[in-house]
């Protein structure tokens, strides 16, 4: 079944949005706001249906030649600009929903829209004979092979066909154990420092390898296999935003608890290059082994009196303290904070909480929570990934009357 719709939006995820004449939502891949599209029926549930793109009536003023693309480069058919306007439009909603009164976003866009990770995930598969290497595209989960990638940086891209050549190498040749380790490990990590240059792996990373990055000016170590922000400007103005966000109220609260704190980016670039003749406490809690040993080498490099501890944030808050003169940092991963951390920063009588979050859901849910205790000050979006659906949240929240 084919219907003739227009798009009156596009939600989180890249798809525009659309209604059918009985009031159902239709969500259809590629078409953007404003459009005027044909689409062919592909699934059909009691509230809404998906849709695939059949033909554009009307076009978007901010429709744009695609290029290269890959899979997940959602925006990739439209402006930048665009880009950039309809993620914050993503955001106000799910604010608008779990923090009524919450100030709109305001949004940092990445310098460079193509060509800007230093780190990509490729994944390896054989077929009709011949190895292919590069993202897996939805729904088939087919692996694209990619010569080139529009989205890694070009130190990367430059050094790619020498990753190509070893990966198939170890895929193809040698004995066989060591063929079927390879074809077993079928994801290939490659990653670029300016210091370490460009490193690769399949599989597992190798034991103990450790790289150094450098964001907001200060260099980190970090285990090779652990989370690091992908996209170097971008990483370094939230950074500096984090900064800034405790600095403005560092005379109130000056003790930092920085949960889910991975190598101690955040916390550490607060505190780096203080000189109070007191300094602050900060307290940073991380469940990956790798990542605190990293964050404690950090801390003693930029010469800043922590202690990171390796345990899950959920199952230590006993041990925690956020009092009134504490700023509370959260990073969590894409699922948000665990269940019982939301609830337990309500009770506490921390002063502020700055949320770093990669998921507006989640961080939607986890806020419905906050916002109980804490008024949301300030919302800002870091396009941390371009042209993919995904992008990069702080907000900034201060406790409700006195502490």
Known sequence: MTVTLKIEKNVYGGDGLGRLGDGRVCFVPGAFAGETVRAEITEQK??????????????????????????????????YEAEVRMKCEQLANFLQKAAPGAPRPTAFAAPAPLRYRNKVVYHTERRDGAWALGYRAEPEHRVVDMPQDPLACPEINAELPNVRAGVFALLTQGAKAVRQRARAADNVTVRWTPIDGVTWWLGEPPRGLELHETTDGRRFRVAAGGFYQVNPPVADALAKAVREAY?????????????????????????AGGTAAEAPRLVGVESDRGAVACAKRNAAALRVAANFFCERVGASLGRMKAGPQHTVIADPPRGGMEPNVPGWLAARPARRLLYVSCDPATLARDLAALAKAYEVRDVRLFDMFPRTARFETLVTLER???A
């Open 46 to 79: 009691k509230r809404y249906v998906r849709a695939r793109l059949a033909e554009i009536v009307e076009a978007s003023p901010d429709r744009r030649e695609p290029g290269a693309t890959v899979p997940g480069m959602v925006y990739a058919g439209v402006s």
């Open 400 to 402: 409700r009357g006195p």
């Open 247 to 271: 600095a403005a109220g560092a005379a109130e609260a000056p003790h930092i608890l920085d949960l889910y704190c991975g190598v101690g980016v955040f916390g550490l670039a607060c505190l």
